[in-house]
């Protein structure tokens, strides 16, 4: 389990158009100890996005209005050290080299386990 401390001083957003995962990833880092936003879209992300307020960015990559590496990429224009992983169900799709996609750090397949959030946090967002 991770220190207090540390989980305290980690904000992170969960962007997704379903109400259950944007829930469970919320409840599961909460528990955690991290501060943890929530948002359904990519324009709604992007209105709460501010350089710097977030240590690690979750997002879906089918989204309603803007997928989710439109939203990495805007994200990696303000921000361009900005951590961004995507969940999704297909992550072969984008894996491979016919559909690479700018600005997501990592891919990360749903389902998931705790343990696999808390390793992409410990990677790309460490204190």
Do not use: W
Not at 16 to 43: I, N, W
Not at 93 to 113: N, R, T, V
């Amino acid at each position: 389990m991770m220190n207090e401390r540390t989980c305290q001083q980690r904000h992170i957003l969960v962007v997704d158009d379903e109400p259950l995962v944007r829930q469970t990833v919320q409840m599961l880092l909460q528990d955690d100890g991290y501060v943890v936003d929530e948002a359904e879209s990519g324009p709604q992300a992007l209105a709460m996005f501010e350089p710097g307020k977030f240590d690690m960015i979750f997002t879906d990559y089918f989204m309603p209005d803007m997928k989710g590496d439109q939203l990495a990429a805007a994200i990696k224009r303000r921000s361009p050290k900005q951590a961004v992983v995507m969940l999704t169900a297909f992550p072969e799709k984008f894996q491979s080299s016919a559909c690479p996609l700018g600005g997501i750090d990592s891919f990360i397949c749903k389902p998931f386990e705790l343990e696999t959030l808390r390793s992409a946090i410990a990677r790309f967002a460490p204190v």
